[in-house]
């Protein structure tokens, strides 16, 4: 892109074939992407339907993903990493109709110690969960779990990250939203620190029906 410095003041904007924006008193330009008439090949037909697929699906999460993601790596944003291996390991189907293998697909990546032995069951808009706590190797009885719910339905994501659950007490519950009711959802779970400076990775339930 670049650079131009105003005679009267910064620049924004389109103007013609060119397309201008001020940052810090400083102008830049660049020119206008062409309309191509060549259509798409499959194949570029084929990788831009899983880019959306899987855009739309981790769009709504790309705020924990890079808050977790940045403890281990602060050069790439998390929902980056998740992007990439859901391309890769978790899109299942057949061009046009691609769906996530929700069971594949990796989200939250720490280095704490991850829920174990957990068990979910839903009862009207409860959801109960229980987990066991074994003291071991980056595992703190006040490190919080955080629950992520995707109603499949609705394509959305809901995410309670101040549930006061900590590990140490292997059980409780979550009120989901009203509009997840008689639908189908998909349960991932981990640990945040109580610093809220480490995660663990996430770990998927599986899908639970709300009634």
């Not at 074939?17 to 400083?26: E, Q």
């Not at 994501?157 to 009120?175: A, L, P, Q, V």
Request: aromatic share 12%; with cysteine.
């Amino acid at each position: 892109m670049a650079i131009q410095r105003g005679l009267f003041g910064p620049i924004s904007g389109k103007i013609g074939d060119r397309v201008y924006a001020t940052v810090n008193g400083v102008t830049y330009v660049r020119s206008l992407p062409r309309k191509t008439t060549i259509p798409a090949t499959e194949k570029q037909l084929i990788q831009r339907a899983k880019f959306g697929l899987v855009s739309r699906f981790l769009h709504p999460i790309g705020w924990i993903l890079n808050s977790s993601y940045k403890v281990i790596n602060r050069k790439k944003t998390g929902i980056w990493v998740s992007f990439r291996q859901i391309m890769d390991e978790a899109v299942t189907g057949e061009y046009p109709d691609f769906e996530i293998d929700y069971a594949k697909a990796n989200l939250i990546q720490g280095h704490l110690a991850p829920p174990r032995e957990t068990c979910i069951t839903a009862e009207k808009q409860n959801l109960n969960l229980s987990w066991s706590f074994n003291q071991q190797v980056n595992s703190y009885s006040t490190d919080e779990l955080i629950v992520l719910v995707y109603c499949i339905s609705l394509k959305e994501f809901w995410c309670n990250d101040k549930t006061g659950m900590r590990r140490s007490d292997e059980c409780g519950s979550i009120i989901l939203p009203e509009e997840y009711a008689e639908r189908e959802c998909c349960i991932w779970l981990f640990y945040r620190s109580e610093p809220q400076n480490a995660y663990s990775n996430s770990v998927y339930l599986g899908k639970v029906n709300i009634y």
